[in-house]
């Protein structure tokens, strides 16, 4: 059981960043965006809620062209749904890759339109695409390993119990789910 | 009789600045994510629905993350709404492209609209504020040589 981390460099697979799509720039973060709405919309589809920490546990964001799709909470990586031992994030994971697909060859179109517009004074995008991250992106992703390294030492249902002693734990006022997804 | 010369191996000093700086920042890291836990355990509460974050779908609860942008910790929740006409028909739920987020709207039923966002706000300030500075203050001396 760990903490799982599925994002996806979508930047790097076509090797761009968003300031190379010049004034289709915010169609590029549409695109993006769609692809972030379908994958939570599957997450909420399929992701059982007992505690609600797992699904918490979720970050699910776009960082200019990175899906950034993790979840810290120590027993990610094992959840499933009754009656399927498969992890669910091995699915999540796949429908990530086939939204990052997608996004690529829309964002590739809009490459080729932004180019086209710049002419002859069009950047080599494919040298551009490699970047360091952003410090932002550095302490986010510290402060995700500090998050996942917090859970392993104490995990997050038994921080809970701790801090809700005269409170059941769970499904006490959850609204049961359909498990037969 | 000679020139005195001195040379310091630059990359080695280099080194042991990054190094530090990493210790420094997994340090602070650590502390946050303390405070990120705390934070996430003050809106959620023990089950869906029992702390200060309204449960219908998941949504809301899900879309929530606390963060860093720049130099800023944050909090930011972003809960698309539904396409109400998927919900009417009974298809897989989807979310309506292009809508603004209703999580600034969110509320328990009977209570004012607005009323997670004002209680996620006060939990923040509670975890990030002074709780934070204060530990961090703390970590950092006890990296001090």
Not at chain 1, 138 to 154: H, K, M, N, P
Request: net charge neutral.
């Amino acid at each position: 059981m760990s903490a799982v981390d599925i994002s996806v460099d979508v930047g790097q697979r076509i090797g761009a960043r968003l300031g190379d799509f010049g004034r289709f720039r915010g169609d590029a973060e549409d695109v993006m965006d769609d692809a972030l709405l379908s994958f939570r919309e599957d997450l909420q589809a399929v992701w059982p809620v007992d505690t609600g920490t797992s699904l918490q546990g979720w970050d699910t964001f776009v960082d200019g062209l990175v899906l950034v799709l993790r979840n810290a909470v120590e027993y990610a990586s094992f959840v499933h749904v009754a009656g399927d031992d498969t992890p669910i994030v091995e699915y999540l994971d796949a429908q990530a890759q086939t939204y990052a697909r997608q996004a690529a060859t829309e964002l590739r179109g809009l490459l080729a339109r932004a180019r086209r517009e710049a002419g002859a004074q069009a950047p080599l995008f494919g040298a551009r695409g490699v970047q360091r991250p952003s410090l932002a992106s550095v302490i986010g992703s510290a402060i995700f390993r500090a998050t996942a390294q917090a859970f392993d030492r104490r995990g997050a249902r038994t921080r809970l119990r701790e801090r809700f002693p005269d409170q059941p734990i769970g499904r006490a006022t959850s609204r049961r789910r359909d498990r037969v997804r | 009789m000679a020139d005195v010369k001195v040379t310091s191996n630059a990359s080695e000093v280099a080194a042991d600045l990054r190094a530090a700086a990493r210790a420094f920042m997994d340090t602070i890291a650590a502390e946050v994510a303390e405070s990120a836990i705390a934070f996430n355990e003050d809106i959620r509460g023990p089950a869906p629905g029992a702390g200060k974050t309204p449960f219908r779908t998941g949504n809301l609860q899900q879309s929530g993350r606390s963060t860093v942008e720049g130099v800023r910790f944050q909090y930011k929740n972003d809960a698309r709404p539904y396409s109400p006409s998927n919900a009417e028909q009974g298809d897989p739920k989807k979310f309506k492209r292009g809508a603004e987020s209703y999580a600034s709207f969110a509320h328990f039923s009977g209570a004012e609209d607005g009323q997670f966002a004002a209680d996620a706000e006060d939990a923040f300030n509670n975890r990030f504020g002074s709780d934070l500075s204060s530990r961090a203050e703390a970590a950092i001396i006890g990296l001090l040589p």
